[in-house]
């Protein structure tokens, strides 16, 4: 079991130099799911919560409603504890994942 501990110590080390030689233009969100070790279903989750998301300001906008604290504020309650809101908008706007929703938050910054 020891060296099973030990090769998986390894390979995670490996991981992150190989994070560090990378360049990440264009791959901004997906090194940053890498680097904070986020799952399959993480990273599922926080499409969804984003989609959601998308809808709400689509809603808002719709209602002339201009005023986004209110979104922020719920993006960052329900984003995954092991991310930065601050790194996901700049990494999301950086690999235009989710753009129009990405420059509402990026404003509440």
Not at 36 to 45: A, P, T
Not at 55 to 73: H, I, R
């Amino acid at each position: 079991m020891d060296k099973v501990l030990a090769k998986l110590e390894r390979l995670e080390f490996h991981q992150k130099l190989l994070l560090e030689m990378i360049r990440t233009e264009g791959h901004e969100f997906e090194r940053l799911i890498i680097e904070k070790n986020l799952d399959e279903q993480e990273v599922r989750e926080f499409y969804n919560l984003c989609e959601d998301m998308s809808k709400d300001m689509e809603l808002q906008k719709a209602d002339k409603f201009v005023f986004y604290a209110p979104l922020f504020n719920e993006f960052v309650r329900k984003l995954n504890p092991k991310l930065n809101p601050a790194e996901v908008i700049h990494a999301c706007l950086k690999q235009n994942i989710f753009i129009d929703l990405m420059k509402i938050l990026e404003k509440n910054l």
